[in-house]
């Protein structure tokens, strides 16, 4: 059984298009995550939601939204996409409303804009 | 500005012997910290994590060590094993939010 699932596993695609990212995670998790690995292996937070509720938004580009429709899913979707979104996006989900918890991630998603 | 830093990128270590990754860290406003596994093409997996209160926390081949004044913290692995070749991220929160900042990763590659 998969816990956290991301779909597609890789995207490639032209510059100025819109892509999704979906993910879904079967733990009954309240809190779901988007991080973005680059080429220098840094592995950023993007967003966080909590029960559906946006809890962290960080300084990433407007193109980028995420959509959660229920606890259990947090898509990304990415409007005109620029060469430098090339990456790998991970989908992470964590137990409860804390801090101290380890994350559950996906497989990862990667992304390799042309 | 990287708030939690890996000085070595990669790491080399016999079968059977012990290794140690390192991890530092600026903000004094972390209390959880955590470290991760990764191989190629999968998501990180979570290995052990430490709380601040704490100097040492231990499960079974794995013990993280917290030096909260030198704001240094250290995985170690003994004995060591060729599975455990992996990239190894630690990560920081402060607790209250839910920001965990992730290391650059160093990659252990047990030679059997």
């Known amino acids: 059984d998969t816990a956290v699932s991301q779909t597609p596993k890789y995207l490639v695609t032209q510059m100025g298009n819109d892509k999704s990212i979906k993910c879904e995670q079967n733990?009954?998790?309240?809190?779901m995550y988007w991080y973005k690995q680059d080429s220098k292996k840094f592995l950023k937070i993007m967003f966080s939601?909590?029960?559906?509720?946006?809890?962290i938004n960080e300084t990433v580009p407007n193109r980028f939204s995420p959509k959660s429709p229920d606890k259990a899913h947090l898509n990304l979707h990415i409007n005109s996409l620029e060469l430098g979104d090339s990456a790998v996006y991970f989908c992470?989900?964590?137990?409860?409303?804390?801090?101290?918890?380890?994350?559950?991630f996906g497989p990862g998603t990667r992304l390799t804009v042309l | 500005d990287q708030q939690v830093k890996q000085n070595s990128p990669s790491l080399s270590v016999q079968e059977g012997r012990i290794s140690i990754l390192n991890c530092d860290y600026t903000?004094?406003?972390?209390?959880?910290f955590l470290w991760y596994k990764k191989y190629p093409a999968e998501g990180p997996t979570f290995l052990i994590s430490?709380?601040?209160?704490?100097d040492k926390n231990e499960d079974g081949r794995f013990t993280v060590f917290l030096n909260k004044s030198a704001k240094h913290l250290s995985l170690h692995i003994v004995p060591s094993q060729p599975g455990d070749s992996a990239v190894y991220f630690c990560?920081?929160?402060?607790?209250?939010?839910?920001?965990?900042?992730f290391g650059t990763g160093t990659r252990l590659k047990v030679l059997a």
């Open positions: 430490i709380s601040s209160i704490k």
């Open positions: 903000n004094s406003m972390f209390d959880y």
């Open positions: 992470a989900s964590s137990p409860r409303s804390s801090s101290y918890n380890e994350q559950f």
């Open positions: 939601y909590n029960n559906k509720e946006l809890i």
């Open positions: 990560a920081a929160v402060n607790s209250g939010t839910y920001k965990y900042i």
């Open positions: 733990l009954g998790h309240d809190t």
